[in-house]
């Protein structure tokens, strides 16, 4: 279903629904990357969604809207499959629509089926056969026919038993002609036994007869089947009629299936392939861009494709490509094209960073287009690929040409070419032009809204670097390649005698024009290594701040302990003596000397260490707190260590503290922790490890096992429940989704043995109804 969602997909130019469409794309991005995270169990945690081998129903749900039509019990058992997965995907984008809220509203435009699946599942089994229990009159006509099946089979044993000895038999056992027991009896004594013969083997010499004893019986084992295919096609038009009232909304739930299925095959396209979601404007702007299909076929090597980038505006449209054959211009071409319509149809662009205006069309000249049937060369089929670009151009195009001007003379082809680009420039279109032609190199240089490019070449191996740099023409490198390709070497001698003056003068400027861009591109690289560096020893200098202010913190309150202790001991010291002391009134100023002296050298003490280290600590203190997604960090009036999982809108965080999850300011964080825990002091014994216990939010707190196997979600919930005891937690809430029924039977076995467990039942209506089940824990 989803691959012929698929195949409606096309380029569009609503730049509205474009951008829901994305969006949506995005947000499953997110959700995939959110489900494949290791994460505890929480409410509205994405849980990923599997639309492997769901079987296509599209033929069974058209035979509902047929009135009287039934429906095979193969196909009954499909879409019950079907139904059944989509009742799961609901109940997990519906938990998750706080946090994906498109992918929610698609998840609550699933219909409701819970009742209709709970009646008829395990009607049909997985063989495509009516199960006994789907009726109590086919129960009775099965036990019947398998009671007739034995008497049937007794009879024939006695009768081989009453005719062993008369060599009338071929062989002594029973089998089935023509649905009716029978038993093989040599062709030649056929007339001493009377029964009907219901055929013989493939040599003539056995007869498979019934004898006549047993005709009445397989005669009534003939009518106990008739009417078991009476009762079961009666049980498949009831199955029918109930689907059928349910058609409608089946057939919205399918749709609604197979375009999730779609955009989360996007959205798996974009995580293979490190694609971004594209944006429109103005501009033509690519960075990192890859062809998917080249990146495809590298990654199968162990390779990775040499990656585009290049801008292009409004006032600066045309973009000249020249350089070495086999450089990867005809390529760039190609990926412009092919990311700007993927752009356009929705789907996410393989590269680091996109944006395209909405082009109207997109018109190509890419290839040799000759054909003898046609009588057309090279050159003319060209021009006439050209011809009927130009008059379709309008401003909102796409332009792609590759070698334009060649296959003919270079002067004329390069005066041809440069009044085609020129056309294409006064239309306003976004033009891309590869080419060889001096002529069109000439034009770009000296026309300001055209952009030189050309294809990397390395002189000393003579090969292609494929890296597109902007600015400036490339030469074409046809002598260097020929030369690396193998041509006898007298052969290059005279082609590099033949030159003109003028051709050679050409060729050794791009030259060096050529080796001082890479010599600049090499100091750039050179200065963004040294920027590079030094931010890592910023970054260093700051961590080792952190550290250090977190080890002052730490005796800071270390010696406030120790103050506060000494404070303490001399007042009890103190009480102790006026309790002891006979004179009231001397024991009263001496108490209040001690008073007076243990508060002197409070203060002392607190002078000299807690304020001396609070003042160091603030001479120190030279930039604000560094906080990043997944740090660990500390918040106020909160004990536990908290992490960071991603930033919102007006300087706000979202952060998860054990199983809590928050929204705060950034000024709640009081301080950004080192990575890793402490654990217990001392050493631990040999084959004892250390785990912090869970810390639960004392409210309700649940589990998510939909989508899981029942040995997984056993596993899972068995686990859950330890670390709600360790955190003592009295109630928690098991979401198993209703589906089958499978999830809810596994979970409640383990409950009615769990040591832990006082009691469980069904969740009320408002959390979840049938699809979760309340368990109290034992004090």
Same mark, same amino acid.
């Given at each position: ?72 019990? &193969? ?45 008829? !599942? ?10 006994d229990h789907a009726s109590v009159a086919l129960a009775r006509l099965r036990r019947d026919t398998e009671r007739q099946k034995k008497a049937i089979q007794e009879s024939l044993e006695r009768f081989l038993k009453a005719h062993r000895d008369e060599g009338v038999l071929q062989e002594e056992f029973v089998t089935i002609r023509n649905e009716r027991f029978v038993v093989p009896v040599i062709a030649g004594q056929r007339r001493k036994l009377d029964g009907v013969i219901h055929g013989a083997s493939s040599s003539g010499h056995t007869l498979f007869v019934e004898p006549l004893e047993t005709i009445d019986l397989n005669n009534e084992l003939v009518r106990l089947g008739e009417e078991e295919a009476r009762e079961v096609h009666r049980i498949l038009l009831e199955m029918t ?8 909304? $089946? ?74 054959? @086999? ?6 071409? &190609? @990926? ?15 590269? !680091?960073? /996109? ?69 294409f420039r006064a239309a306003g279109a976004f033009t891309l032009v590869s080419t060889h032609l001096m002529a069109l190199k000439i034009y770009g240089a000296s026309t300001e809204a055209v952009v030189n490019g050309s294809m990397g070449f390395d002189e000393n191996t003579f090969e292609p670097t494929f890296h597109l740099q902007l600015g400036l023409p490339g030469k074409s490198a046809g002598l260097e390649i020929a030369t690396r390709l193998g041509m006898p070497e007298d052969i290059m001698r005279r082609a590099r005698l033949s030159l003109s003056d003028r051709e050679r003068d050409v060729t050794r400027f791009l030259s060096e024009l050529d080796r001082r861009v890479r010599e600049n591109q090499a100091l750039e690289q050179s200065l963004r290594e040294k920027i590079a560096?030094?931010?890592? /020893? ?36 103190? $009480?102790?003596?006026?309790?002891? /002391? ?24 607190? !002078? ?72 217990? /002091? ?45 955190? @003592? ?42 699809? !979760?089940? $309340? ?5």
């Amino acid at each position: 279903m989803g691959r012929r969602e698929l195949q409606k997909v096309e380029p569009q130019t609503g730049g509205e629904r474009l951008a829901e469409e994305l969006a949506e794309v995005a947000e499953a991005i997110e959700y995939l990357r959110s489900a494949g995270r290791p994460q505890q169990a929480a409410r509205g945690a994405a849980i990923r969604i599997d639309f492997g081998g769901l079987p296509d129903v599209e033929p069974a749900v058209q035979k509902l809207h047929i009135e009287g039509a039934g429906l095979e019990p &193969k196909e009954i058992f499909d879409l019950f499959a079907l139904l059944d997965r989509a009742a799961d995907a609901k109940s997990v984008l519906t938990a998750a629509a706080g946090r994906f809220s498109r992918l929610g509203v698609r998840g609550q435009s699933i219909g409701d089926f819970r009742g209709l699946l709970q009646d008829l !599942a395990g009607k049909i089994l997985p063989d495509g056969t009516v199960a006994d229990h789907a009726s109590v009159a086919l129960a009775r006509l099965r036990r019947d026919t398998e009671r007739q099946k034995k008497a049937i089979q007794e009879s024939l044993e006695r009768f081989l038993k009453a005719h062993r000895d008369e060599g009338v038999l071929q062989e002594e056992f029973v089998t089935i002609r023509n649905e009716r027991f029978v038993v093989p009896v040599i062709a030649g004594q056929r007339r001493k036994l009377d029964g009907v013969i219901h055929g013989a083997s493939s040599s003539g010499h056995t007869l498979f007869v019934e004898p006549l004893e047993t005709i009445d019986l397989n005669n009534e084992l003939v009518r106990l089947g008739e009417e078991e295919a009476r009762e079961v096609h009666r049980i498949l038009l009831e199955m029918t009629d109930r689907l059928r009232g349910h058609a409608d909304t $089946i057939r919205r739930t399918l749709a609604v299936m197979a375009e999730l299925d779609l955009v989360f095959a996007k959205a798996r396209f974009a995580i293979e392939f490190d694609c971004v979601m594209p944006r429109f404007g103005e501009r033509l702007l690519l960075r990192e861009a890859r062809h998917p299909l080249l990146q495809d076929v590298l990654r199968r090597q162990q390779k990775k494709p040499v990656p585009i980038s290049l801008e292009l505006a409004k006032e600066r449209r045309i973009l000249l490509i020249s350089g070495p054959n @086999t450089g990867g211009k005809t390529v760039t071409l &190609k @990926t412009v094209g092919l990311l700007s319509l993927m752009a356009q149809a929705a789907l996410p662009v393989p590269a !680091a960073d /996109a944006e395209f205006p909405v082009f109207e069309q997109v018109l190509a000249d890419i290839g040799d287009y000759q054909s003898i049937q046609e009588n057309l060369s090279t050159f003319s089929a060209h021009v006439s690929n050209i011809r009927e670009m130009a008059l379709d151009v309008t401003p909102g195009t796409l332009v792609l040409l590759d070698e334009l001007g060649a296959a003919t003379d270079p002067e004329e082809g390069g005066a041809l070419g440069v009044a085609i680009v020129e056309h294409f420039r006064a239309a306003g279109a976004f033009t891309l032009v590869s080419t060889h032609l001096m002529a069109l190199k000439i034009y770009g240089a000296s026309t300001e809204a055209v952009v030189n490019g050309s294809m990397g070449f390395d002189e000393n191996t003579f090969e292609p670097t494929f890296h597109l740099q902007l600015g400036l023409p490339g030469k074409s490198a046809g002598l260097e390649i020929a030369t690396r390709l193998g041509m006898p070497e007298d052969i290059m001698r005279r082609a590099r005698l033949s030159l003109s003056d003028r051709e050679r003068d050409v060729t050794r400027f791009l030259s060096e024009l050529d080796r001082r861009v890479r010599e600049n591109q090499a100091l750039e690289q050179s200065l963004r290594e040294k920027i590079a560096a030094q931010e890592r /020893a910023a970054k260093e200098i700051a961590g080792a701040w952190e550290r250090r202010e977190t080890a002052k913190l730490q005796e800071l309150e270390r010696r406030t302990e120790e103050a506060l202790a000494r404070f303490a001991e001399q007042a009890r010291e103190t $009480i102790g003596k006026i309790a002891q /002391a006979g004179d009231r009134r001397k024991a009263d100023q001496d108490a209040q000397r001690r008073v007076a002296k243990a508060k002197r050298e409070l203060r002392e003490d607190f !002078a000299a260490n807690v304020l001396a280290t609070e003042d160091d600590s603030r001479q120190n203190r030279i930039q604000p707190l560094r906080i990043t997604e997944g740090a660990r960090v500390r918040l106020k009036d909160v004990h536990e260590p908290a992490r960071v999982s991603r930033f919102l809108a007006n300087d706000r965080i979202e952060v998860e503290a054990g199983f809590l999850r928050l929204q705060v300011s950034r000024d709640d964080v009081i301080e950004v922790l080192p990575e890793g825990g402490a654990g217990p /002091a001392g050493k631990l014994p040999p084959g004892v490890t250390y785990k912090p216990a869970p810390q639960l939010a004392p409210a309700f707190q649940e589990i998510n096992v939909i989508g899981r196997r029942a040995e997984e979600a056993r596993d899972a919930v068995d686990e859950f429940l330890d670390h709600a005891v360790m955190a @003592t937690a009295s109630r928690v809430r098991i979401v198993h989704g209703h589906g089958m029924g499978v999830l809810r039977r596994t979970i409640q076995e383990l409950l009615g043995s769990h040591p832990h467990v006082a009691r469980f039942y069904p969740a009320p209506q408002q959390e979840g109804g049938a699809g !979760a089940t $309340i368990v109290e824990l034992r004090e």
